[in-house]
């Protein structure tokens, strides 16, 4: 019997890895996406298409886990004074568009004829967007890190926030005697005080515990304990808020964010990053096969009627949102169309709605139907909008993906530093390998003999297909800051032994680009600057030998300054700057004074 079981469990793995190995590189081959395959091949091998598999709520409920594993990769990404700096995004940007669209699709449902507390519960679940399908979508795009991407990141973490207090509100709605039952199991004071503690426990576990564990695992050198100390780390976090009736995604998040400036960040990602994948392809699966055709046959009209409703309902509100918070039309369409869904807390919302009897069992399939086939609808949604909409904003007529490049010196950004960059190794006759991510550099670039590539230098996969890992070195050049430090950070750990060439904005951000293991920093700013003293020095009668001396002197005191500043912090070398005046006031660390080039 024990045999028959095991033979039962391996051909239920074995169908889902088949059904994904499949769907996924076919539908990816269509220009569908990975997301959209997974759902299809979910739909197909479930219950309501061939009934290979029955199960989808457990499958969902285990696979969950790639979207915590997910939220605590990007968790790591994310220092706690960029998380701080986005604070006013979280609450002001996040609350603004909750309100709206629960609002909104409060009203949504009324007018479908259900009864206020109804239409309240099943549109605050639809407000909650689906972080798993959101991220992915964003990941695939390479926009998970642009300033579009962390608006709509910094939304979702306050969706994932909202959980508590809307289950709070269905317990509220509910019956006299249902809601007597729910608080004589446990008080709302008392779930809000476990909540708080675990957060608390969660937070001092990260500042004082975690990098003396992973200190002590290192030195033991056991490649497998890291990897389950990593997985450790974000199911224990994710354990913790389940606890505290939290998402277990924030607590991953959390966990993320406070190991961010480890020095083991990149090994925890590395260690997460294979489980992350599948366990997220799995979610898709199980939303696939959870989309319950019976129940969309049987009540067709209102649930195609709501998906229209909700997801248009919903998108406009995003849409005004982001405009009154001067977005760009084009980023405002793009957050709306890709948040338009319903999401997988929706489900927990519903079934607690459903155990209180705020809803009936009819009213939650149809809800649960809804939500599945908005979640379905989106990668779809995106798909046909960068076709047919976004591309008239970004024309790729004439510009290539970069694909087995094998230059010895590959240059990211083709702008006026880049292009200027170039003459160096191109005369001494060095085979470059060039990509840029603006189409008109590339056009413009080609008028002049040079052969650029689109791509964007701060994802592997393009870094990969740009022959990063054959270089010998990589050259730098573009005008972001945030995005040299990603590429920089990246190319470390894609490709360790490359020399590493890099533009900096400012000393500050030079400082910076050392830390994260740049090899050799150049000031944008430094070497014309250095021209002009000389000139400067030429025109007021000082000649041409002792210009030299005193420029080395100053070289000589600047490179010192900068190996004290290293190792110290941005004033520490400040005794070494050459001033006009006798005494310096003590430098302010509240504006933007004192920054150098």
Not at 176 to 182: G, V
Not at 544 to 560: F, N
Request: net charge negative.
């Amino acid at each position: 019997m024990a045999a028959d079981g095991n033979t039962s469990q391996l051909v239920g793995i074995v169908t889902l890895l088949g059904a994904a190995v499949v769907g996924v590189p076919l539908f990816k081959r269509l220009g569908l996406g990975a997301v959209l395959g997974y759902l299809a091949a979910g739909l197909v091998i479930g219950p309501f298409g061939m009934g290979l598999l029955t199960d989808a709520q457990t499958i969902i409920h285990v696979a969950e886990l790639g979207v915590v594993m997910f939220l605590f990769v990007i968790g790591l990404e994310m220092k706690p004074s960029h998380l701080w700096g986005l604070r006013g995004q979280i609450f002001g940007l996040g609350s603004m568009q909750v309100v709206l669209s629960a609002l909104l699709l409060t009203g949504v449902g009324v007018s479908f004829g259900f009864p206020w507390q109804v239409a309240f519960v099943s549109g605050a679940g639809f407000v909650l967007t689906s972080t798993a399908i959101v991220m992915q979508v964003l990941a695939e795009r390479g926009d998970l890190h642009a300033p579009q991407g962390q608006r709509i990141v910094s939304i979702l973490l306050f969706e994932d926030l909202l959980i508590v207090p809307l289950l709070a509100v269905v317990a509220f709605l509910a019956p006299a005697d249902a809601a007597a039952a729910s608080a004589s199991a446990s008080p709302l004071w008392q779930r809000i005080g476990i909540a708080v503690l675990s957060l608390g426990a969660l937070v001092a576990a990260g500042r004082w515990l975690l990098n003396p564990m992973f200190q002590v695992l290192a030195r033991a050198k056991a490649r497998e304990v890291m990897t389950a100390a990593a997985l450790l780390v974000v199911l224990g976090a994710a354990l913790l808020m389940e606890w505290g009736g939290l998402s277990m995604a924030l607590g991953a998040f959390v966990a993320g964010v406070l190991l961010s400036e480890s020095s083991f960040r990149h090994q925890l990602e590395a260690d997460i990053e294979p489980f992350r994948g599948l366990l997220l392809g799995l979610f898709f699966l199980g939303v696939g096969m959870a989309l319950n055709l019976e129940v969309v046959g049987r009540n067709w009209p209102l649930i195609v009627a709501g998906v229209l409703a909700l997801m248009v309902g919903k998108a406009l509100c995003i849409y005004l949102v982001a405009r009154f918070a001067k977005s760009p039309h084009a980023e405002a369409m793009d957050r709306a169309i890709l948040m338009a869904q319903g999401g997988e807390f929706a489900f927990v919302l519903f079934t607690e709605a459903l155990k209180l009897r705020v809803m009936d069992a009819e009213v939650n399939a149809n809800m649960t139907a809804i939500v599945v086939l908005s979640m379905a609808l989106t990668p779809l949604v995106v798909v046909l909008y960068k076709r047919w909409v976004r591309a008239d904003a970004l024309s790729l007529d004439g510009v290539e993906a970069p694909q087995d490049l094998q230059g010895n010196v590959l240059i990211i950004g083709f702008g006026r530093v880049g292009q200027i960059a170039s003459q160096g190794p191109l005369a001494k006759g060095v085979q470059l390998s060039i990509i840029d991510n603006d189409p008109d550099t590339i056009r413009a670039a080609a008028l002049y003999g040079f052969k650029v590539y689109y791509g964007d230098g701060a994802r592997p996969d393009i870094l990969h297909a740009a022959g990063a890992k054959h270089a010998q070195a990589i050259v730098v050049c573009v005008d972001d800051k945030a995005a040299a430090t990603r590429i920089v950070e990246n190319v470390r750990r894609e490709c360790p032994h490359v020399q590493l060439v890099v533009r900096a904005f400012d000393r500050e951000h030079a400082l910076e680009l050392v830390r994260h293991d740049a090899d050799h920093v150049v000031r944008e700013t430094f070497e014309s600057a250095m021209v002009m003293a000389r000139q400067t020095l030429k025109v007021i009668g000082v000649d041409d030998s002792e210009a030299e001396l005193l420029l080395e002197q100053v070289r000589s005191r600047d490179a010192e300054r900068f190996a004290l500043e290293t190792a110290g912090g941005l004033f520490a070398g400040r005794a070494l700057v050459l001033g006009n005046i006798e005494h310096i006031a003590p430098p302010r660390h509240d504006d933007g004074a004192g920054k150098q080039g």
